[in-house]
């Protein structure tokens, strides 16, 4: 994590960094805030870069990660690693059950890893969740993610660095 937050810091202005950081699956919005807290982006600032780096990816993946998965299942030398993004979903989707939007929001809001908007749409997905109700449900989710992840970064000074 730290490879990717130098390699960041060394390339681009902080501010442009941050955002980058967030749009990043696995990482997200997460990594966006500590970044941003340890550059010393101010907090408002960073909360607004890290928010919509974030969620910019998210309609896409909601649009077309089905119809990239179908074709991407069709060559041998991918469907292994979409075998393991399906199974990593399906077993997402277990856990939220017949919960599917607040399980949808819960799994998205809770900042571990493994969790996020990225995980979220990829859930919705396999769902078959319409995008107009998975959308505002990870938008919100990830905006609870922003929440938490700024209170740590930003409330509670040395918990990261």
Known sequence: MSQIYDFFA?????????????MLPLVELRG???FS???????????????LGNILPIPFILLFLRKILTLLERWR?????VRWVEDKGQRAAKKLGRYDKL???IFVAIPLPGTGGW????????????????????????????GIMSFFAYFIPGLFF
Do not use: K, M, W
């Not at 807290?37 to 928010?51: D, H, K, Q, R, T």
């Open 77 to 81: 030398l991918t469907s292994r690693l």
């Open 32 to 34: 966006g805030i500590i």
């Open 119 to 146: 995980t979220g749409s990829l859930v919705s997905v396999l769902l078959d969740l319409q995008i107009r109700r998975a959308f505002p449900t990870i938008a919100l989710g990830v905006l609870t993610a922003g």
């Open 10 to 22: 060394n390339h681009f202005p902080p501010e442009l960094a941050a955002f980058i950081i967030s």
């Open 103 to 105: 399980g949808l929001f």
């Open 37 to 51: 807290s340890v550059v010393g982006i101010p907090f408002a600032e960073a909360f607004v870069l890290c928010y």
